[in-house]
């Protein structure tokens, strides 16, 4: 077999076995949380850029002064801003997350399902499945990002090519004045939070081996499915919303930054450690209803292992 054939009947192997159902679970997951809980997204948005240097936006001073501040200037429609972008984004990333990860575990454990790949098996087929589905969604979330600080309009005192009225002008503005790499804002911090979905399924996958092993019964309730998935989101999410503050900063189309190293020059300086964790109280409200809506429909849609 030549070199060619081998490399074709790796990818063959790599992608056929795997069952569609995780690629429509992750998008049915990621589509239905959105929907639910865009306005705690968009909150966590608005309050990572929050660090008041600007007049070209409303600083708030924490969660409940921005839902009232939103509602007053913009109204309820304020609080989707960016909701069409937000599901597409979330619905490819979950989608593409749950096809790829459980196509490299498919890969890993060679069509045998009697053995278990173990923690760090577990996190290098999260971390390769993050990393793939992070280069593929970039521009979708760098606009969802944006349409999300799509301001009142008394203070969108900025140029007219930075301002968007939908995501296909979004993508078009964003590419003809920023180019390729404007589309790609956030990659790097991005996929330094590919840690955050390694973690996560690292913890998540563990302790419904444990659960197994302990009981001998490979099917979870409801409510199990839920508490597990809980817990390694916010364990996860502790540990890495710093990444998920420094792309946002990155993306925002209110202020330039030159390289992600002056991002956290400037937030370290100007608002210290506490800077790199704005909004993240709206981050775990969002986190834990969001991810146990995306696990629990993706366990009942897709097939199990």
């Known amino acids: ?46 309050l990572s850029v929050n660090d008041g240097r600007l007049k070209s936006r409303p600083y708030y001073h924490g969660i409940k002064n921005a839902i009232k501040t939103i509602y007053k200037e913009e109204g309820i429609r304020g609080m989707y801003r960016g909701v069409t972008a937000s599901c597409i984004s979330a619905g490819a990333s979950w989608g593409f997350y749950f096809y790829f990860y459980n196509s490299i575990k498919n890969w890993m454990l060679d069509g045998n399902n009697q053995i278990t790949l173990g923690p760090w098996n577990h996190m290098l087929a999260a971390a390769q499945a993050g990393s793939i589905t992070m280069v593929l969604t970039n521009p979708i979330m760098m606009v969802k990002t944006r349409m999300c600080l799509q301001y009142a309009d008394h203070y969108m005192n900025i140029p007219t090519y930075r301002r968007y009225t939908g995501i296909i002008e979004a993508f078009r503005k964003v590419y003809k004045y920023e180019g390729v790499g404007g589309l790609y804002k956030g990659l790097v911090p991005s996929l330094f939070n590919v840690s955050h979905g390694a973690l996560q399924f690292m913890i998540y996958e563990e302790m419904k081996d444990w659960y197994y092993v302990r009981t001998g019964n490979k099917k979870l309730s409801h409510w199990e499915y839920l508490g597990f998935a809980a817990v390694s989101k916010l364990i996860a999410a502790s540990a890495t919303y710093p990444f998920q503050l420094v792309r946002a900063r990155l993306q925002d189309q209110h ?51």
């Open 255 to 305: 202020q330039q930054y030159s390289k992600l190293k002056e991002v956290i020059k400037k937030t370290w300086k100007g608002e210290g450690i506490r800077g790199f964790y704005k909004g993240m109280t709206a981050y775990s409200l969002h986190v834990t209803p969001n991810i146990c809506i995306v696990f629990l429909i993706y366990e009942e849609l897709a097939p199990s292992d």
């Open 1 to 46: 077999m030549s070199s060619n054939q081998r490399e074709w009947q790796a990818l063959r192997n790599l992608l056929i076995p795997v069952q569609y159902n995780h690629l429509v679970a992750g998008i049915t997951g990621g589509v239905t949380s959105t929907l639910v809980l865009h306005p705690l997204d968009l909150l966590k948005i608005r």
